[in-house]
């Protein structure tokens, strides 16, 4: 696939849990070099869509791809990164450990996972960390060392839910510079966040209520389209008035 080509693309997508539906007919498309800001209340359905991608979701109906393969594929494994709310690392284990391991687990050689090791723990400053066990970590550098997993291959695809949650404005900041970054380098980035002044910060978004769309697109058009004075009264707007099922890019 060319980089013009989408690197998540979803028709129809439909999620049922006990009767209930989850995402309800979802048809949108996600561009690399980007980040796509996945924004809503709790409860709309950002973590189960998320779930979906990275394919450990079923899927009720509808087709999912992403670079090209089916959600789930054996062949993404080591080309989506993927960062949960809790933060999947191993409490007893060190910093170092952890990336040792989950960089063994992508079969990264040995001087690549060394490079990589060492600039993700520059890049998310947790220097000096490195030899603590990960269960003696605050909230904040618990949610980095997860963010850390997730960067350690360098993805192609960063699928990320709520990856700021509890941290301080500066290092916010510094990972939102960190992530239009990459997505200058070409990574696509999914972001989910329930803050909306996080919106203004992507290059694109889909606005979710209750497993629905409520808009895609870029914030500037989403500003024009809604007359609004900012983005969260957009929101607002949108969610007081009829919803659509499609979000293209």
Known sequence: MTRADPVVRADGLVVRRGGRIILDDLTFAVAGGQVTG???????????????????????????????????????????????????????????????????VLRLKRDTLTAATARTVADLDLG??????????????????????????????????????????????????MFHRMAGAGTALIVSSHVMDEAARCDHLLFMREGRFLAGAAPARILRQTGAPDLEAAFLRLAGGPRTAAAQQ
């Open 38 to 104: 996945l924004l809503g209340p709790s409860g709309c359905g950002k973590t189960t869509l998320m779930r979906t991608l990275v394919g450990v979701q079923e899927v009720s109906a509808g087709q999912v791809t992403l670079l090209g393969l089916p959600a789930g594929h054996p062949a993404l494994r080591a080309r989506i990164g993927y960062s949960t709310q809790d933060p999947a690392v191993y409490l007893d284990l060190t910093l170092s450990e952890n990336l040792r391991y989950f960089g063994t």
């Open 128 to 177: 000096g960390l490195e030899n603590r066990l990960v269960g003696t970590f605050s909230g904040g550098q618990l949610a980095r060392a997860g963010l850390a997993v997730a960067l350690l291959g360098s993805p192609d695809l960063l699928v990320l839910d709520e990856p700021t949650v509890g941290l301080d404005p500066v290092l916010r900041h510094d990972l939102w510079s």
